[in-house]
């Protein structure tokens, strides 16, 4: 259960006194929201295992043969109805593209003959940047495969060299190109905090990406997960995860980066499974909350630095959309003494924009 909040006084007009200031949430419009029909694909296709990766306790699923899932696949979809508001299909987990062929174009054939049906919307796929080739790309984007998220984590060559992920920024770029030529859709995963990963190098990864304008971004902090390589290397001494409230902060900043420059961020943080064993690293159950909230204050913030000097005597006054008021204060009102630091009262309405406004 959340917890309670005290209610924030509503405006007695209106405005709630003088407008100086009216602006929109930083985030961009996100696109309409679909359900996800998620395939899971544990470890299927990994050249080698990731020092940070348990596939199998991060989906619940464990690696079953491809044919078994092909035939479940199969079935499920025969029963999907044709609706208004069909469902996405998502292959996740594993290199889906390093799939050993026929299974790559057979899952995409399979999902589809569903298309042109009505029973799904759309069809996306997870793989490695090193695992991407432009005459692929372009047979599944002719099945009907619409959009590739690239698990990149970094596009830092000393990060992706110390957590071993076998290829280096240049083929992160390389892939990125292929999969808009291929006219596909790109999603753009990091994973702040990997080893060698400094937040100098985290925010130069989030100006890259925000450069790439893909459709969509992840963000997931790096966890130290139970019988991962990187669970060993943090036991003697070797990895040094980074502190929560130094995570949020760059996520804050990142958010605000890559909300500038058009692109929505689908998740941030590992959504947590029975069985997910985390040993240390930046967990939070609303990690997302947090790092929205920050956000937003940061960019409440910068909004109040351009205005004029208000009058001695004026009152400076937040309103706030009731829609945002629990992003806003964050878990138990914790940013509210944030707001108030910046000389802000908080009030709510009904009016869909923030504003600025002097009392």
């Known amino acids: 259960m959340s917890p309670r909040r005290s209610p924030l006084p509503s405006p007695s007009e209106p405005s709630g006194g003088h407008i100086l200031l009216r602006f929109p949430h930083p985030e961009p419009p996100r696109p309409t929201r679909r359900k996800i029909l998620p395939v899971f694909l544990p470890f299927a296709g990994c050249p080698q295992r990731c020092i940070f990766c348990d596939q199998a306790a991060q989906t619940g699923q464990t690696p079953q043969p491809l044919e078994d899932i092909h035939a479940r696949l199969e079935a499920q979809l025969a029963e999907l109805p044709a609706t208004a508001d069909p469902p996405e299909l998502a292959f996740y987990g594993g290199t889906f593209t390093a799939l050993p062929a026929p299974w790559p174009r057979r899952f995409v054939a399979l999902a589809g003959h569903h298309l042109a049906s009505g029973r799904l919307s759309r069809i996306r796929c997870s793989t490695r940047p090193d695992a991407v080739d432009p005459a692929q790309l372009a047979e599944l984007k002719a099945l009907g495969l619409s959009l590739v998220e690239l698990g990149v984590q970094s596009f830092d060559d000393a990060a992706l060299l110390a957590s071993r992920r076998g290829y280096g ?25 990997l080893p060698g990963h400094t937040p100098e190098a985290f925010r130069a990864d989030v100006a ?28 003697a001494g070797g990895y040094a995860p980074w502190e929560l409230e130094a995570t949020v ?31 240390a690293g930046p967990r939070h159950p ?61 009030r709510l309405w009904d009016e869909p924009d923030l504003a600025l406004c002097a009392e």
Do not use: F
Request: charged content about 15%.
């Open 169 to 193: 920024g240049a083929t992160v770029l390389a892939a990125c190109a292929a999969v808009r030529e291929a006219g596909l859709g790109l999603g753009i995963q990091l994973m702040p905090g």
């Open 208 to 235: 890259q990406a925000a450069a790439l304008r893909p459709e969509l971004a992840r963000l997931y902090p790096c966890l130290v997960l139970e019988g991962t390589p990187l669970a060993a290397l943090w036991r």
């Open 286 to 346: 609303a990690l997302g909350q947090l790092a929205r909230g920050r956000a937003l204050l940061r960019h409440v913030a910068a909004q109040l630095t351009a205005l004029p000097e208000p009058a001695p005597s004026s009152k400076m006054i937040l309103n706030l959309p009731r829609r945002l008021q629990g992003e806003a204060l964050g878990q138990k009102n914790a940013l509210a003494p944030e707001y108030a630091a910046l000389g802000l009262a908080l």
């Open 249 to 279: 902060d760059a996520l804050a900043l990142a958010l605000l980066e890559l909300w500038a420059a058009g692109v929505p961020t689908a998740r941030m943080g590992l959504a947590e499974q029975e069985g997910l064993a985390i040993l």
